[in-house]
């Protein structure tokens, strides 16, 4: 497996590699792949069949020069700070592992080494619902997913000192959601490395999430290929960069 060493980008960008990645490794021209990157500047993400003005309070985005940015993996809205946010990707083919053919089995084994990492630092940390990674009952981390031929992308965010204020501002989270998870704010359901007293830097971050993913997969650090590099740049292009497309329902 490749391992794609740290990337800074905007969230068009960002969301082209993956997407190239996975058109590259379905065409077999790549190998199952692993990368950790960060958004710059701070961004959100929706996912594919997410309504942006339902979800995502695009004045106030707007006002902190927050871009919106659709993904093709489902799930919920995303906020990622680029000041206390890394996020993982993992695009691998089905027959990797006998638990990638089930939905939620795959998202524990794929994301298992966000927990691993957890762990590590002496947190009381697992997996909760189909695709949330709480750390002392807060969710830390979600993750979302999409498959196309055989080949799965899920990618997911890893929040060791996200601004929650930021966070609550730019995302619409429904009164309705956070009762059913038992909470009454956005506070009280999410957290960070920070909140839970742990300090860390974006390198610090970096590495410790690197070391867990190597720990857990068979991985040799790699870079892109021109390939990728080109597909994602029409990507961007056409799809990610364009309002048609982040805009759409």
């Known amino acids: 497996m490749r391992f794609i060493p740290l990337i800074v980008a905007r969230p068009e960008v960002q969301m082209a590699i993956d997407e190239a990645i996975m058109r ?30 339902h979800d995502v309070n695009l ?19 995303v906020f990622h700070d680029e000041f206390g946010e890394i996020t993982y990707s993992v695009i691998a083919g ?16 794929l994301a298992g080494p966000l927990v691993d990492a ?8 697992g997996f ?6 709480v750390a002392n009952g807060k969710k830390i981390s979600g993750s979302a997913q999409t498959r196309r031929k055989g080949v799965i992308l899920q990618h997911g965010t ?15 989270v429904s009164k ?12 009280e359901r999410v957290t960070t490395l920070e909140r839970e007293g742990i300090k860390l ?22 870079e892109l290929t021109d390939y990728e590099l080109e597909l994602a740049e029409k990507l961007v292009e056409e799809k990610y960069g364009n309002p048609e497309w982040n805009e759409m329902r």
């Open 128 to 133: 909760s619902g189909l695709n949330d990674i």
């Open 94 to 109: 089905e027959d990797l592992h006998p638990a990638l053919k089930n939905v939620e089995s795959s998202y524990r084994y």
């Open 118 to 125: 957890l762990n590590e630092l002496g947190l009381d940390a």
């Open 158 to 172: 890893f929040m060791y000192s996200t601004r929650v204020d930021i966070l609550g501002k730019v995302l619409r």
């Open 201 to 222: 830097n974006r390198w610090e971050a970096y590495e410790l999430l690197k070391q867990s993913f190597f720990n857990a997969f068979p991985l040799e650090e790699g």
């Open 176 to 187: 309705a959601k956070l009762a059913d998870k038992g909470v009454s704010s956005i506070w």
């Open 24 to 53: 590259a490794r379905i065409e077999g021209k790549v190998p199952d792949t692993v990368r950790l990157y960060a958004f710059s500047p701070s961004s959100v993400t929706i996912g594919r069949f997410q309504s942006v003005v």
């Open 59 to 77: 004045d106030e985005a707007k006002r902190l020069g927050i871009p919106v940015v659709r993904r093709i993996t489902g799930g919920g809205s």
